[in-house]
């Protein structure tokens, strides 16, 4: 089980869109539309932004969504504001019951 | 709502046990639908799935971890238990208590506890 391949980070600047992907195998993110992401603010716990791959939780801003393609899921995040800025984090079923996180995207809003 | 509350020594020493209490508040941990999760990160680094626990008693743990860790349910204090055996700097870590929703076609976390950082030093 190894850990989803996220880019160390990315970046953008106010009202630009931004995508982050997210690449696994066909054990994981290929296999199951079971991606889910995260975000999150220096000294805070996660908290849930996208699931099943392009569901938004109740309360999260329609900017962030989600897509799966093969292997590789992404999350977009457009009319990018300072407050976006934070640690994301992709998360995969992986079969048997475990799930498999990714290493991490630092996002710098310019 | 829902809360979860990390709880336990943020201190252990090397090849001790780290032992951590997760206590749920405002609903009940025999609650269908979900599994009782830890879910650790690095200093600087990213999120380990550890282990989840679901209320009927079924245990699913990260292979790589699977051998120096117990996770445990006690229902009558709305409570699961964490522990990892045998630890060494390399464990040092904020620790997570989580709910996962799964088992219904669906896996993921919905609610997170704040964090316990434990520190494993002489």
């Known amino acids: 089980q190894s850990a989803l391949t996220q880019p160390a980070s990315v970046s953008g600047s106010p009202g630009q869109s931004i995508t982050i992907s997210c690449t696994g195998t066909?054990?994981?993110?290929?296999?199951?539309?079971?991606v889910s992401w995260y975000q999150q603010h220096p000294g805070t716990a996660p908290k849930l932004m996208i699931y099943e791959v392009n569901k938004r939780p109740s309360g999260v801003s329609d900017r962030f969504s989600g897509s799966k393609s093969g292997n590789t899921a992404s999350l977009t995040i457009s009319g990018l504001q300072a407050e976006d800025e934070a640690d994301y984090y992709c998360?995969?079923?992986?079969?048997?019951?475990?799930?498999?996180f990714g290493g991490g995207t630092t996002l710098t809003v310019l | 709502q829902v809360q979860l509350q990390e709880s336990g020594p943020g201190l252990v020493k090397p090849s001790q046990t780290l032992s951590l209490i997760c206590t749920v508040s405002g609903g009940s941990i025999s609650s269908g639908g979900y599994y009782w999760s830890w879910i650790r990160q690095h200093p600087g680094k990213g999120l380990e799935w550890i282990a989840y626990?679901?209320?009927?008693?079924?245990?699913y743990y990260n292979p790589s971890l699977k051998s120096r860790v117990t996770i445990s349910l006690d229902t009558s204090k709305n409570q699961f238990s964490l522990r990892l055996s045998s630890v060494t700097a390399a464990d040092t870590a904020v620790y997570y208590c989580?709910?996962?929703?799964?088992?219904?076609?669906?896996?993921?976390?919905?609610?997170w506890g704040r964090g316990t950082l434990v520190t494993v030093s002489s």
């Open positions: 989580a709910r996962c929703r799964g088992g219904s076609g669906d896996w993921y976390i919905d609610l």
């Open positions: 998360c995969s079923y992986a079969g048997s019951s475990t799930l498999v």
């Open positions: 066909s054990s994981d993110v290929g296999s199951y539309n079971l």
């Open positions: 626990i679901y209320y009927s008693g079924s245990i």
